[in-house]
């Protein structure tokens, strides 16, 4: 059964490479990871500063940089055992329903707009790495980039 992860900058700014992490533990397949506009714009602030997140920042726009020149929408990460692959999502606009709720001049909440109303079996899932597992599964630090 196919997942559909809407990314955010922490997936690639705090995790491993998508391509080393442990996708199979999520237990599905595909997994879809959505890229949205928000997130790319956050990434590309990021290529203008130093360290380690200029150099992610960098790694994630040649990706995209190569999809946009080919006319791909989506790129595979990995081809089997699951298939993961980075989708991007640029032309949905935020859900006007959530305005009163949610600042859109941060990114999470701009990030937040773009989902459905997430059913109840859906809630608890979190799109931070070193907790990025489904509702009720225990966090997996081996997400998480080594810290040294």
Not at 13 to 38: A, N, Q
Not at 54 to 76: C, G, N, T
Not at 118 to 130: A, E, F, N
Request: proline share 9%.
């Amino acid at each position: 059964m196919e997942v559909r992860l809407v990314a955010d900058t922490n997936l690639f700014f705090e995790c491993k490479s998508l391509e080393d992490l442990p996708w199979s533990e999520l237990g599905y397949d595909p997994v879809v990871i959505l890229l949205t506009k928000p997130v790319l714009d956050e990434i590309d602030k990021h290529k203008k500063g130093t360290g380690r997140t200029r150099k992610r920042a960098v790694e994630i726009f040649s990706r995209v940089r190569d999809m946009l020149e080919s006319w791909a929408q989506e790129v595979e990460i990995q081809p089997s055992s699951p298939k993961v692959v980075l989708r991007r999502m640029p032309s949905i606009a935020p859900d006007p329903a959530y305005k009163e709720h949610l600042d859109y001049a941060k990114t999470d909440d701009r990030s937040s707009a773009l989902l459905p109303p997430w059913p109840r079996k859906y809630r608890g899932v979190t799109s931070s790495c070193s907790r990025m597992t489904l509702a009720r599964r225990p966090p997996r630090t081996e997400w998480a980039c080594p810290t040294s």
